[in-house]
């Protein structure tokens, strides 16, 4: 027992060892998961007290485990190793030793491996124990990567990189798994909830209703918002786009007051506060009717001034309409915590007061709405004194609930019915008298106000700097409602916070007591007193310290106002008590006011928010990006200049362009690499926002954002404001040293400065954007991991609910005028799952910067872009708002999503970027924008200059690649906008410089244009909008001009007008959006944006129509085959004589029709029908096209066989008279046998006894044939052809018996290359020259093939054929090939051909010489007329030979017509269950490349290489072979469905005859009739000439019954056996095979690129526009080589375009890549855009078969055709990734995404 307790006491010694250092290593922040067992195993430590001990080489030791650098320092600080200078070398000593040592270990480990490699004597376990006990980590990560010894070359390259010390491939496969191990820890972070602390607002309200106010809910349910309270109307009710327009309209009945309250708060018109619904039943403003004793006349004076005190009718008196102050806070109190923020900030635009103390209608509990006011901003000047004369002006711009200023509060004690306390204030506050507090004599105001008494609202004056300022400060003015008294917690709460108490009191409530105790109150505080006594005109100067009297009765406003201002601005110079409201929210808790930002949700928010920016502030303001947003700085500019890099390829020394892309791209992934290391682990800002943003729920993450923005704004704001103003300052200074044309080092020097300036501005701008741009970077550079872990994907969601949520998201990078597309299309693509693929009309905007853009659009929309002064837009930033269902219905879409772009000709960018950047963001925004507003601000005509030259130029681009956004002119801060008159000179003026400015950019982009119009649909009389002044004064306490507001609206309405005219194919969904921005930025890296775009929509739309054309094509095709298999049939035997329209064109003409129907409703149909459109046409022509050639071929081949036909029907006739003797002769015989009981022998000899006989009788009749000498014939044809000297004797002596042998010397010439012969013909070209000749003699061959199975006789014309099939094949050359054939050629082939034909000539004139010699024809026969006669002579058992004889011929035709019929069943079967074949030509060519891949051969390589249609036809015969023969052996069951359908028909045919014959009394001939019925019903299934069954035609069979019966067992038992013998049939056995009738379907366009011989992707033959291809290849692969060497070249044509390179066009002619299509024919026919994707297929491709090529073309990959390092990286899996993907996006309905 002892024993066993000292056991569980070490134990337990040892997990608290063990814990103990697991708590020392995490509190250097090192993971003890990882470093304990390091420890352990590599040091033995096992306890803390161990590593007291540990000396430097113990460190050395551990140092290769680290896996982050911050780890060593963590790690030095662990194990107690100092930084002294000493240990430091020898520190780098040690380092240099082990560096050495794993280098050691690492070429002893390629050893091993080598000679494991070339020996493979090794076992796998002795290789695995070396691998486990003494290889390192990273030699074990390689092996992984390279599967073992799979790619022994890429292992060994590799390995020795390894040795040289380049170890960055290996630390990346090291470094994937901790990453993603770090944002999957990122992600499962829980943060506390605030869900469960928290609870709903609305069930608190409805806790603390004891007594409902009756009188708030009625008028809530006349508003029509009982369902919204309390507090569930969100901002997601109002940030929707409407169809009501409200410029035009006015509420027709109070539930509609509040839409129209928030819709025209929204665009910041002021005449809100006016909203009224009057009652049209029962008007206000109506005169009352007079009653009938009121209508007599009076003309007493008396009477008229008598009886005033009588009431009034009702109509006069009662109101009954909303207050407007009711409708306002009645949304106030339905509104959430957002809305109400929202609906404050925009009253404040207005230069409205603000609640600030709001009672519960219900509870009457106060609320203090400090939340709602956090996100309003206000700026000023205040003016310091500093003497008598000067003053300073000190700019602030602050979040107005933070600014502390001194607060002056009205109140009103007792009534005050000829002065109003608001109005008053209102006098105070503005100089125009705008109505900041709504009052008793403002529009819309009624008697009784239900929600405003006890309310204290709130707002101030906002000094701008001059000398008519009423206040030098900022200061806030409180205004409680109602009478004091019956506020009394409002009252106490002013009395803390005032600075200055302002009292009206009426004379005639002084006595009472409550009034009076609260005025002693007031006038015993610390606070100031201003007395307005409204019933005293004056009164004694009652000033006493620091309270004033002030008698107001019938005093004069303005020396009112004037004396009141003055003493304000006195008392207010003495008090220096200052709140902000923030401050004051302590004070609201200690009265028990509910104070909204003290829900769970949001202080869990800002809680979170404060430890973030808390963590901002441990670093310098300038320094917080570059250390805390890694990703977006220096690293992520680099990236992007060498992204750029890869549009603008040049050659480098003897480097090829494929060489710098190769480098460029090493750089790019260098870059990701020291991004990933800088930002992983990411550091706690970045985990902390993810983790929190992954787990709380929407309303905690709107607070979070809210918070953010402030905290940040915060921490940079007055720092920015005065590096901005240091800015303006330098620049203004330069400007005047630029006008003295000035040079000397001071302005140099201030260039400098603002240059520095300007980045430190750059580096200060920190806000809540460059966090979430940090977010979108994290997922760029984990995206080009290429890992298939997907925890990362979660990275976009954040975008995502915060676009669905309303926030703005960045577009477009403004720091780095850049693009990130992969984090853009993740963003896109979750939206998609998130929304579905919606419809989204896209508005742009664009304008020279600070003029009032982002203003605009918010004003318009409700938008929340940025308009702090503080911080321009940078870049484009994207939000998306929602249409109203019934508007979605009228304009065709269901989302509009707004761009906003930073201002063009931004000083700040002016100095750093070229005015390109302008150009690139204004042809980005237009050409994604449906609709672009240009927005122009005031009439400075340089401005206007720039801003329309940037534009215009931008929308030529757009008509140069055939997109067509529309656009609007907003001309803002145009003075007397309604002077018709000067608005048409105005018009005038622009129309002009559009034009002018069109002319110029036309020139610049090389195209024709005159005038706008040309350009784009414009209208200078609808097209321009004039905007009034934005604010009604001077700001910044000027409220907005209520036709600022007017414009607005008026805009929104037409830009939806506009919107519902665009056509839908321009109205993209999300999805087709994404590949538009892509294509578009694509386009614009390059340096030409015309040539460069590459509609990506477009094409996939076009995609998807080549795959339905596909299918309409096949059905036309498919139908055709059946068609024509039927009218063989049915002209073999005999049934059709001539092709009429009834047997062709009418039964074709329905199935054409019938797809016609289907073409015309899928382009009307598909979601996509705006794009095909401009297709139709040309897919009817070229299906009419079709159906003509499937016509004209089929009737063709049909005369063609009735020709055949005609032309034996001569010998037929005598065959057929030959038959007739005989059969008489027979049958004569027959009956005189007839009664006998002979046996089949005897039956036999009596036959054959006096068969000699009569054959010599009908043949002696016969006309010899003519003879022909098949020989001279062709000597004769070839003399005729050639007219060559001596070719007679050539002929003569052409050797016999042997192939055709190619003599290059005499058959091929070589063209002139370089002004010179060139040399000897490579492998290639001799193999395509092979490949011709070979394809000639197999045509000849295929030719000569069918006219023996047609038993043709021979014809001269025959010869003919041949020599043209010759020309035919050498045509095929291409044009770029540097060969021609040579006349001899085309003799010796031709001399060749004719003789190899001759032979068989020979044999088909024999074969149809005894075909048609009646002897032998006759004796074929014989057995045929022996049964017959068998029959005659048999009686009764005749009817079962009958049958035996009939079925006997049905089975061959019955076979033949099983396999015509299989062909085209597997072909169907295969184009539509076939995933390769269900698809288009290309999409069969990608799986082809795959498959290529696969079986990795060469030779298949080859093949496809040289003749890409023979590659691709050998490829369908595979897929069909294998399709039919493999282990579900689907050919057996095709054939068995055949057979089963034809022997339906045949059973069906013969039940058929039987019910027409039997009962027909008039005919003795039943037999006949019998066979003329069942031949005709199955003259289009078989191949049953009638005319052959002559010979049993007039048997005496009586019982049909019995026929019918004998002729089912005998159509049975041929069945049976036939089924057996198609059992063992194969792929040989068909005539017309299912591979061919596909690859006709498949023909598609087989033009190849003149530069790298890629065949032409479109699949529809005789396209229309240029040729294209997908994927360019190097032009190694066509045979290319580098100038005058034999150095293969590995540049790729759609890096050439890009590049500045040259290609020779003849001997001395050079032409620029970019300008290829000037080379003339075949260059104009093809469209090479630039392409700067990987194309991994081609490059793997080129390496890994580098020494075949290298044979192949007689060429090396030297020099500038070496391959570059980066090729050889790329794996098989790789490229068939690549090929995956490809296949993927075609395969989805034939759409590239």
Known sequence: MDSQKDVLGDDEKALLARRLLAEACMKEGLDDTYWLPKLSEVLGVKSIEALKHLQYEDYLKLECKVRYPWETRA?????????SKATSEELQKERLKMTKQRQEEAKQALKELKEYHESRSHSKDVMKQKEEALWLEEIRTLLKKHKGFKDWEMLESDLNSFIEGHVDDTWDELK????????????????????????????????????????????????????????KMG???????????????????????????????????YRVRYLTCKNQSNPVAAVPKPTEQECEPSNSFDDFFSDLEEQASESAAGDSHVHPMDLQMAIFHCADDFMRQYISTKLAFCQFALPLLVPNPCTSQIEFPIWSLSQIKKSWKEAEKLGEQTRINSYKNKLIYQAETPIVSFIRIGSSPSSSKSQILNSLLSQCKHDTFFHRHCQGSTRDCLLMKGVVEISWYCPRGSDDDSFDCCVAFCNLRGDARDSEEQLRFLQEISAVNVALVAESDQSDKKGMMILRQLWESQRPLVCLFTEKEKVAAGRSGHNVRIGIKNRNEAELVGELTKTIKDLLEGSNTLFSLDGCQDKARKHGFLVDEDTAACVAAKEKAKALVKLLKKERLRDMKSQLLPLQGKLWYMWCKKDKELTRLQEKGNKSIEHHRSQTESEKSEIRRKQLRKAFPLNELMKSFLGFFQSQTADTKKYFLQWMKVFMDDLSSDRLDELKRRYHQLWSDILAMKKCSEENDLKSMRLSQLEALSNEINDSSIGLEHILREVGQIYEALESMNSKDQCFAKLPDVAVDLMVSGYPIELMDGDASYVPLRWIGAVFDRLIEKLGDKRVFVLSVLGIQSTGKSTLLNAMFGLQFNVSAGRCTRGAFMQLIKLDTKLQEDAGFDYMLVVDTEGLRAIEVANKQSLNHDNELATFVIGIGNMTLINIFGENPSEMQDVLQIAVQAFLRMKQVNLSPSCLFVHQNV????????????????????DKMTVTAAQQEFCDASCFSDVIRFDVNTHIHYFAHLWEGNPPMAPPNPTYSQNVQELKTKILQAAKKESQGSVLRLSSLKVRISDLWSALLNENFVFSFKNSVEIATYKKLETAFSDWTWQLRS????????????????????????????????????????????????????????????????????????????????????ELKKSQCKL?????????????????????????????????????????TWIIEVASDAPPLEKVDIDVEIENVLLEQFKEPNLHERIRTFPKYRQFALDPEKHVAKKKKWGIISGTLDSAEVENINYITKNIIARVEANIDRKEKEKRDYSRSFIHEILNEVQKGMDTVPSHAKYSFKKDYRIDLSIYLCRMAAKRFKAMREAFEEANDPTVYLESKREDFFRCFQISCQGATSITMFAGFLCDKISPALRQAVYERTA????????????????????????????????????????YLINPKDALERYIKTRVRKYCLDENRRLEKFLDDSLTHLYESIQSAVFASTKVVKDRKDRNDKISLWLDNFCSRLAAELNLPRRDLKSIEHQEIADIEFLNNAMTEALCFMKDQLKKELAGADMSSFEQQPHTILAKQFAGCWNMCPFCGSVCTNTIQNHDGNHQVFFHRPQALAGGKWHKTDHLVIDICSSNVASDNLFLLDADTWIPYKKYREAGYPYNTWNIPPDTSVQAYWKWFVYHFRVNLEKLYSGRFQGKGEIPPLWKTITKDDALGELERLRGQVNKKGELQ
């Open 75 to 83: 790690l030095r600080k662990l194990l107690q190793v100092t930084d």
């Open 1212 to 1252: 037929d006739e005598r065959k057929s008279d030959y038959e007739n003797e005989l059969l008489k002769k027979s049958r004569q015989l027959a009956l005189s046998l007839k009664g006998k009981r002979l046996r089949e022998m005897e039956l036999r000899d009596n036959f054959i006894s006096l068969w000699a």
């Open 235 to 269: 901002t997601e009710d109002f940030h929707i786009i409407y169809k009501t327009p409200l410029h035009d309209s006015q509420p027709s009945k109070d539930s509609e007051l509040p839409f129209y309250f928030l819709q025209k708060l929204l665009t910041v018109d």
């Open 1464 to 1503: 085209l069943a597997i072909a169907r079967d295969v184009k539509g269950k076939v995933p390769e074949f269900t698809g288009n030509r290309y999409s069969l060519e990608v799986c082809l490349l795959k498959y290529l891949a696969e079986k990795e051969n060469f030779e298949y390589f080859k093949q």
């Open 176 to 231: 994937k798994a901790s990453i993603i191990q770090d944002i999957e820890d990122t992600f499962q972070r829980v943060e506390p909830s605030s869900q469960s602390k928290s609870k709903p607002e609305g069930s608190e309200s409805q806790a603390n209703q004891p007594v409902a106010n009756q009188e708030f809910l009625h008028l809530l349910e006349r508003l029509g918002l009982e369902s919204h309270y309390p507090r």
């Open 975 to 994: 003075g007397e906008i309604t002077a018709k008159e000067q608005n048409m000179e105005g018009q005038r003026r622009l129309q002009e410089k559009l």
């Open 1119 to 1202: 139908y055709v085959l059946d068609l024509q298999v039927k009218l063989d049939n049915r002209i073999r035997n005999g049934d059709l004589q001539k092709i009429t329209p009834e047997d062709l064109e009418i039964p074709l003409q329905k199935t054409s029709d019938a797809i016609m129907k289907k073409m015309e409703q899928y382009f009307s149909e598909d979601t996509d029908s705006e794009i095909l459109v401009q297709w139709k046409s040309s897919t009817e022509l070229k299906l009419r096209e079709l159906k003509d050639s499937l016509l004209l071929e089929t009737r063709k081949k049909c005369e063609s066989l009735i």
